[in-house]
């Protein structure tokens, strides 16, 4: 992300009068959305749905508010579990103009569905729990909160979220509401896509040589306890690179929580007030998926 980018969002954030408020693709200033943004930045379409009222996000979400994509981008850079066949691919098909005179393009995808920004139901590690097709809409937007560990992890790649965190986060912000979306925040996410680096291993590859943080068994059975309605993290797992049981997984699992991972830009969502909306490819029985998360972070 520029810099300009980062001082616009953080004159948006204080509430400053200044006028210097940009975005790029990854933060939209909700009050600047109408047609020439929903469409792609091309005026000219927007000039075509002339009769059509211009989109108005603003009259949905909190005046002022900022819009912080939370996804990293899927292609052939996208960091896949060590052990998988094959990562994220994009097949063209058509590419061209048509024998009409007209331009058509359509391609094909094939990907794991625990790769990249995704989603973990439940399913995936507690036989018989929720599939992806069946979470439940407010466990995907709802109020979200970060508990941030990256100074920690910054010197200890193993680094654990504990319970002590969470009482200090709540000594400093009040109990955690139930229904909340808890996101983890390591820093982990400005390693992406260098695969080396975001897991740990010189090679990428070895799943018994992997390092990086995570969530500990006994802060996950404390959100449990707190009935958060979902958990994520900007990690390649809930758990840390070392582990061998993914302990935090199966509690959350038990629990019928989903779990959200490799999220992006999570510097950017501060403690609390914001509000995550994140929505998976909806597949039938699917143990997880591709997920586009989004933070809603108000004035």
Partial sequence: MSKMARVALATVLCGCASKRITYDDAIVHTDRIGYHDAYGQ???????????????VSSILPPGSVLIDLTHTFDARTIVWPGEKSGFVLERGHRGTTNGGWWYEANRI??????????????????????????ALPRLLAPALVLDISE??????????EPEDIAAF????????????VLVRTGWSSRWPDRARYLGDPAGERVRNLHFPGISETAARELVAREVGAVGIDTA???HGPSQDFAAHRVFARA????????????LVPERGAMVIALPMKIGDGS?????????VPR
Avoid: C, M, W, Y
């Fill in 170 to 181: 709540e000594a400093r912000h009040g109990k955690i509401v139930p229904g909340s979306v």
């Fill in 237 to 239: 797992s809930l758990d």
């Fill in 288 to 296: 997880g998926g591709p997920l586009r998360i989004v933070a809603v």
């Fill in 152 to 161: 920690r992890a910054s010197t200890d790649p193993d680094a654990l979220l």
């Fill in 256 to 267: 019928d929580v989903p779990a959200f991972e490799n999220v992006a830009r999570l510097d």
């Fill in 110 to 135: 094939s990907l794991p569905e625990h790769g990249g920004t995704h989603i973990d139901a439940p399913s995936h590690f507690a036989e018989g729990r929720t599939t992806v097709d069946k979470i």
């Fill in 42 to 56: 091309n005026p000219s379409v927007a000039r075509r749905r002339a009769l059509v009222e211009p989109i108005q």
